[in-house]
């Protein structure tokens, strides 16, 4: 067997400096970064990600229903010790969303210095059709806390929306209060969901 190389991480954080320099309005990466690496490597992809300021960092989470059914003692990482990272919406309807189980996360440093994160989960149907996309995750230690998707993350601070500004009715709609659309236009966004938060998407798949 031979061994998969290990890409260098300071290609990242090269990428990373060359998009702050760039003036890139936000930078989200889709790898976890699950344990540590080289020393010196890691340290330079940190320190790219702690100048940029606005790198938002990639979980992914096992549902409760999946993780109670599956191996409870499966090593995790440490979970989110700064509950400031997750987004903490206004429940206006409650409903059944999905509770996060299992949580896979970047190694602690790299968290640590990381703008914020999101889910990158999307789960099919029984027929292996993706039909909906799960907008938030709840977090099992802080039931009021929301992981929310890493592209939605993106959005949601493009349009200058923070947890105070996201109103959630499950079972009909997520109110994005206020949105940034231009220099010169604030308006109410609504996006329709199911009981468990997610939205159907919309697009004709093969």
């Known amino acids: 067997d031979r061994e998969i190389p290990v890409w260098d991480r300071r290609i990242y954080g090269d990428l ?3 998009l702050t320099a760039a003036h ?7 790898i976890v970064f699950q344990y540590k690496s080289y020393v010196e490597n890691d340290k ?23 993780w109670e059914k599956g191996n ?4 995790i990482n440490q979970g989110i010790e700064n509950p400031g990272i997750l987004m903490q919406p206004q429940i206006m309807k409650k409903g059944n969303p999905i509770i996060a189980g ?9 968290l ?5 994160i999101g889910h990158i989960n999307c789960d099919a149907d029984n027929d292996g059709i ?8 709840r977090s099992r230690e802080q039931p009021e806390m929301f992981y929310p998707s890493l592209t939605f993350r993106m959005v949601l601070d493009h349009l200058g929306i923070t947890g105070e500004n996201i109103e959630i009715y499950f079972g009909q709609k997520i109110i994005l209060k206020d949105a940034h659309i231009s220099a010169t236009e604030k308006r109410d966004i609504e996006i329709p969901i199911d009981n468990r938060g997610r939205m159907i998407i919309n697009w004709v798949g093969p």
């Open 44 to 66: 330079s992809l940190i320190a790219a990600v702690k100048n940029a300021k606005n790198v938002l960092s990639p979980v992914i989470l096992n549902p409760m229903e999946k």
């Open 130 to 137: 993706n039909r909906t996309f799960p907008l938030f995750i």
């Open 16 to 18: 990373i400096d060359i």
């Open 112 to 116: 640590d210095t990381s703008w914020g």
């Open 24 to 30: 890139a309005a936000a930078v989200a990466v889709d």
């Open 102 to 110: 299992e949580d896979i996360l970047p190694f602690k440093e790299l």
């Open 72 to 75: 409870k003692n499966i090593q």
